[in-house]
């Protein structure tokens, strides 16, 4: 039995077409194939072609497999995940992914394939993969919290939401206090991208119910309730991997003339005063929005660094602060800014991935929700965890004000009120920024499927 849990594996390794999900994906991949097993990373041309340019080292037992993009009517030729997109137009990606089920089915078939790790878009897999006796895993990219809010598999499948309204308060199968649920314009939001014939609701639930077991992006010392809550509602294991931090690349952006600059610029910046905002690569607001927010940030009267998507910022706001704010456009090397001594907060859209970074260096949260997938949920529930503040928005349509904007950015940065806070992300970097605990998470993982115990289903909850 020994020799038997230490066997090579050969993992398949499948996300949703999402730079959010394609990251941890590939983060997971390179620790088990450093582990020893053969991981055969599946994605579309394009975004294949993006991962082997942005990561030329990867470990010789990952390797990238393209499955040729599905063509379907009102999708660009050339769009092969959310941030070539518009959110409008994100269902008909959906339904090309869906049409990857063949060629997917074919490559574990002929591949000898042990486990299949797959996202929540591809309610179809499980049950392909069962049929083939390949182990399938879920893994949810989104924390325990999310997970929590949107119920068991069988609400889902049902469809329990049957009006946006039933999003915007607590489900009664929480049984934990909490605050953590949706908006009504974040709803409609993310209503825009979802499939017609097949809703995220529908994925969720089929994925989790058809699969063998479920891993999550987060961990004990974070979200011990929720976690414990999973495993009660989908009645199968629930296991968490661990935040899948990132190191910071001491070496990201050397080469690049704009990361030379900014970094001189916050060299010459005290200690924690700076702000960093960055609201994704899918978060587009309105003109009026954006005004607000940048008269809001201007107001603020500190210091910031702001990544915009385009230059279609306010006309002349980088003249009245000149000095005091940074106008990055296009992609920044976001964990090496964030590492930078200067910085003391960030201004985010709440994602996942965004917070693990910003948590794992110790810096408060102002918490300004994208609208979109699980954003609303975890504005309210990092607010409740004393992270950060929120940036108060009218709960039918999102709208605001600069004045609070300046408000909540100064009452998360340097206001008394905001100690607590400040303290409370302090603390967290032990536990967001403590690789070894993090890596405990995996490995225990990775001895999961090396024994098999889940495909057996001898694995306990």
Not at 124 to 148: C, D, E, H, K, Q
Not at 206 to 214: E, P
Not at 215 to 242: A, H, N, T
């Amino acid at each position: 039995m020994g020799s038997e849990a230490k066997r090579s594996l050969h993992i398949a390794m499948f996300p949703w077409l999402a730079h959010g999900h394609i990251t941890p994906f590939l983060r997971l991949s390179k620790f088990l194939s450093l582990r020893g097993h053969a991981v055969s990373f599946l994605s579309t041309p394009s975004n294949v072609a993006r991962l082997a340019l942005a990561h030329p080292d990867l470990p010789p037992s990952l390797r990238l497999v393209f499955l040729p993009m599905p063509r379907v009517p009102n999708l660009p030729s050339s769009a092969e995940s959310t941030s070539d997109l518009d959110i409008d137009s994100v269902p008909y990606l959906k339904k090309a992914y869906d049409l990857l089920e063949p060629a997917l089915t074919r490559f574990l078939s002929d591949g000898h394939v042990d486990w299949v790790i797959h996202d929540f878009a591809s309610h179809w897999l499980p049950g392909a993969a069962a049929r083939l006796g390949v182990g399938s895993v879920f893994f949810s990219t989104f924390n325990a919290t999310s997970l929590a809010f949107l119920g068991p598999p069988s609400e889902l499948i049902v469809g329990w939401c049957q009006k946006p309204e039933d999003l915007t308060s607590v489900p009664a199968w929480i049984p934990y206090k909490s605050t953590a649920c949706f908006r009504l314009y974040e709803v409609l939001m993310h209503q825009r991208c979802m499939d017609e014939e097949v809703s995220d609701f529908s994925r969720f639930g089929h994925t989790i119910d058809s699969c063998d077991f479920v891993i999550v992006r987060s961990c004990c010392e974070f979200e011990s309730e929720p976690l414990s809550l999973l495993r009660d509602l989908y009645q199968k294991p629930v296991i968490p991997i661990g935040l899948l931090t990132p190191a910071v690349r001491q070496d990201e952006g050397d080469d690049d003339e704009k990361w030379k600059a900014l970094k001189s610029w916050l060299d010459t910046k005290r200690e924690k005063s700076v702000l960093y905002i960055a609201l994704g690569t899918e978060v587009i607001l309105s003109d009026e929005l954006t005004n607000e927010l940048a008269a809001g940030i201007e107001k603020s009267g500190l210091p910031f660094v702001w990544v915009v998507r385009s230059r279609l910022i306010p006309a002349g706001l980088e003249e009245r602060v000149s000095g005091r704010g940074f106008i990055w456009a296009g992609w920044a090397p976001q964990t090496r800014v964030l590492a930078h001594e200067a910085i003391g907060g960030f201004l985010t859209h709440c994602g996942w991935n965004s917070t693990i970074e910003a948590l794992s260096r110790g810096l408060p949260l102002v918490l300004f929700s994208g609208g979109s997938s699980d954003q609303g949920v975890m504005a309210r529930f990092l607010h409740e965890k004393q992270v950060g503040f929120e940036v108060p928005r009218g709960e039918v349509d999102g709208s605001f004000t600069g004045d609070v904007v300046a408000e909540t950015i100064q009452r998360v940065m340097v206001e008394p009120e905001g100690e607590p806070v400040r303290a409370t992300a302090r603390a967290m970097k032990e536990v967001f920024g403590g690789m070894e605990l993090q890596n405990k998470y995996m490995e225990e993982f990775a001895m999961i499927l090396e024994k098999g115990v889940a495909k057996e289903q001898k694995l306990v909850s």
